[in-house]
């Protein structure tokens, strides 16, 4: 799959939205399908490349769009959407350019902008048809917006083959024909004093042939015998680990590290959708009881009271900050 899913959104606007729409699809179609976080550009670099070369890689473009994402404003109490240079405002102009799939998506009860509403560049995003998600109801929203990601991924690849598909040549059209008459050739007649050495080399090369085809067997004999140990100790059932005991006797239990507040532990999650858990506590302790999770990341809800998504990992995967409603222990 080479499609690709782009996530637009504001800090301090849709930010908690977002990490948990972002773990979603990276549970779903994987983290190198998924972008976010692009306004991290680096000094000296241009704003509009970057953003263009970023969204121009992507077949769909999700805006997150919360309840202060239209009033949003700059130091100088400019709206910044009125800002030809604001980041979020180049990534949606980028991606209508582009004539990709956008979608709107409504988070914190936001309400779809009306066409008055935004300047003339980010007009036709009100003519998008909106999902929205709701907290209580966050994974069950997310469905059918994966749903409509896949059919996207199906259609963008059904295109890639019918453009690599050759076009047949049009009716009535003329095609150079090759004739499939042949001159006949005339064979040479050996003479039958060329005889005895044509025997004789057919002899010579019968020999040579059974002896290539008795080397050859010879050493498939030998690979397999050499081979044999290895494949003896694969059927053989492995003894399970036995515990380590401590001083007392009782079996070593792996414990979890200190709860890292701000900290994101992106993939290698155990399951497909999080556990909801009551707090980072809870989620290390899920953690901490599972044999084969290695690290965890809880992701508290807005306004649901410390009850949040808790992500058990089967690896360690590298860490990233994020906001501070993310927390991250690995086992150690």
């Not at 130091?75 to 709107?104: C, H, T, W, Y």
């Not at 060329?194 to 008795?214: D, F, H, I, N, Y």
């Not at 701000?262 to 155990?270: A, D, M």
């Not at 009551?278 to 690290?295: I, M, V």
Request: neutral net charge; contains cysteine.
């Amino acid at each position: 799959m080479n499609a690709k899913v782009f996530i637009s959104y504001r800090r301090e606007d849709s930010a908690p939205y977002a990490g948990r729409l972002y773990d979603r699809l990276v549970a779903r179609f994987g983290e190198d399908q998924v972008f976010i976080d692009i306004d991290q550009i680096d000094p000296g670099e241009d704003f509009a490349e970057v953003i263009n070369r970023k969204v121009g890689t992507c077949d769909i473009a999700i805006i997150a769009i919360g309840p202060h994402w239209l009033s949003a404003t700059d130091a100088s109490g400019k709206r910044r959407l009125d800002n030809e240079e604001d980041f979020v405002r180049m990534e949606i102009v980028a991606a209508l350019q582009r004539k990709i799939r956008v979608i709107p998506v409504l988070v914190g009860g936001a309400q779809m902008p009306q066409k008055e509403d935004l300047p003339q560049a980010l007009a036709p995003l009100s003519r998008r048809n909106a999902v929205e998600l709701r907290e209580i109801h966050f994974h069950a929203d997310v469905n059918p917006l994966i749903e409509a990601i896949e059919n996207c991924f199906a259609a963008a690849e059904k295109k890639t083959e019918l453009s690599a598909t050759p076009i047949p040549p049009a009716k009535g059209s003329t095609m150079p024909v090759t004739s499939t008459q042949t001159t006949p050739t005339t064979l040479p007649v050996s003479s039958t004093s060329s005889m005895p050495a044509l025997k004789q080399l057919e002899v010579w090369a019968s020999q040579r042939l059974l002896l290539v085809t008795g080397i050859v067997l010879l050493l498939l004999a030998l690979a397999g015998f050499l081979m044999w140990p290895a494949i003896a100790n694969l059927k053989r059932p492995s003894r399970p680990a036995e515990p380590t005991l401590t001083a007392q006797g009782g079996p070593t239990t792996r414990r979890m590290g200190q709860i890292e507040e701000g900290i994101r532990l992106r993939g290698y999650n155990l399951n497909p959708n999080p556990i909801v858990v009551k707090s980072a506590d809870e989620c290390s302790k899920q953690c901490e009881q599972t044999d084969n999770c290695l690290a965890m990341t809880f992701v508290k809800h807005p306004n649901q009271f410390g009850r949040g998504d808790c992500w058990l990992k089967s690896a360690v995967p590298p860490r990233s900050s994020a906001p501070p409603n993310f927390a991250s222990a690995v086992k150690n």
